[in-house]
């Protein structure tokens, strides 16, 4: 299905150069003189990479068909991850790369959504916030409580994060997936 740039909003996915684009944001520009043309940010749902393109207003371009399925993730196997359906049972191995970014906050039997352009899968959506566990960080000093710092914790993922001083290993803390930050504890 052909859309102009008139249709743009952020989220939509449309094809350009043959690669698969998410609009992260845009802008509609109208210079005193010359055309009208719309700034965007796209990035790449296959290589994660974001990049500034402009286009003359009215432009056509397809609109790329992505589909999300539920899925739970079960286990690693070698170099990917098993994820199943959780309507039929079926289950689909994701190579780990695809999904570098998302590992640090993967548990298992963890619901998500799959991410897929055809048979093809672009990634997955974790969560916005999960619980992990504190594997390694610096035991807190009395009385260091009230300054407000913070030090860093390694979660059982391999996930650093900046924690306050109270926290020690062992706790359970909610972390934000999309920026990796310290919540509260669970």
Avoid: C
Avoid at 110 to 121: A, F, P, T, W
């Amino acid at each position: 299905m052909a859309i102009s740039t008139a249709d743009f909003k952020n989220g939509l996915t449309i094809e350009v150069d043959h690669a698969i684009w998410r609009i992260v944001e845009f802008q509609h520009v109208k210079p005193g003189k010359g055309g009208a043309f719309v700034r965007s940010k796209l990035k790449n749902l296959r290589t994660g990479a974001v990049q500034e393109k402009t286009f003359r207003s009215g432009a056509k371009m397809e609109l790329a068909d992505i589909q999300t399925r539920s899925m739970q993730y079960l286990y690693e196997d070698g170099d990917s991850r098993v994820f199943m359906d959780t309507d039929n049972f079926e289950q689909i191995e994701v190579p780990s790369d695809s999904i570098k970014d998302q590992l640090l906050y993967l548990q298992e039997n963890m619901d998500v959504n799959l991410i897929q352009y055809g048979s093809e899968v672009l990634g997955i959506e974790v969560p916005n916030t999960v619980v992990l566990e504190v594997k390694a960080t610096e035991p807190g000093i009395k009385g260091n409580t009230a300054s407000g710092g913070s030090k860093p914790a390694t979660m059982d993922t391999g996930l650093v994060v900046q924690v306050p001083f109270f926290v020690n290993e062992g706790d359970k803390l909610s972390i934000n997936t999309t920026d990796g930050t310290y919540i509260s504890r669970a």
